[in-house]
C-alpha cells in the first residue's frame, strides 16, 4: 500500500485544496480508534490555540497611529 501524502496547497487556499485536506484527513483517520482520533484532533487544536494566541499578542505589540 502507498504511504499517504500530505496535499500541496495553493497559496490563496481555494475549495479545491479543502477537498483535498477533506480527503485526506478522512484517509488518514478512517484506521484510528476513538481515543486515537480524540487525540489527534486535540493535538491540531491545541497547536491551532497556540497561532491564535501568537497572533493576538503581535497585534497588541504593534501600535496604531
Same mark, same amino acid.
Given at each position: 500500500?502507498? &504511504?499517504?501524502? %500530505?496535499p500541496?496547497? @495553493?497559496p490563496?487556499f481555494?475549495m /479545491? /485544496?479543502?477537498?483535498?485536506l *477533506? $480527503?485526506?484527513? @478522512?484517509? *488518514?483517520?478512517h484506521?484510528?480508534s476513538f481515543e $486515537?482520533?480524540k @487525540?489527534d484532533?486535540? +493535538?491540531? &487544536? #491545541?497547536?491551532?490555540?497556540e497561532?491564535?494566541? +501568537?497572533?493576538? %499578542?503581535? #497585534? @497588541?505589540?504593534?501600535t496604531?497611529?
Open positions: 500500500m502507498e &504511504a499517504l501524502k %500530505k500541496e496547497l @495553493s490563496n481555494t /479545491d /485544496d479543502l477537498y483535498k *477533506r $480527503e485526506y484527513n @478522512s484517509l *488518514r483517520h484506521n484510528m $486515537e482520533l @487525540s484532533i486535540e +493535538q491540531g &487544536a #491545541r497547536i491551532g490555540i497561532r491564535i494566541e +501568537q497572533m493576538r %499578542k503581535e #497585534r @497588541s505589540l504593534v496604531h497611529d
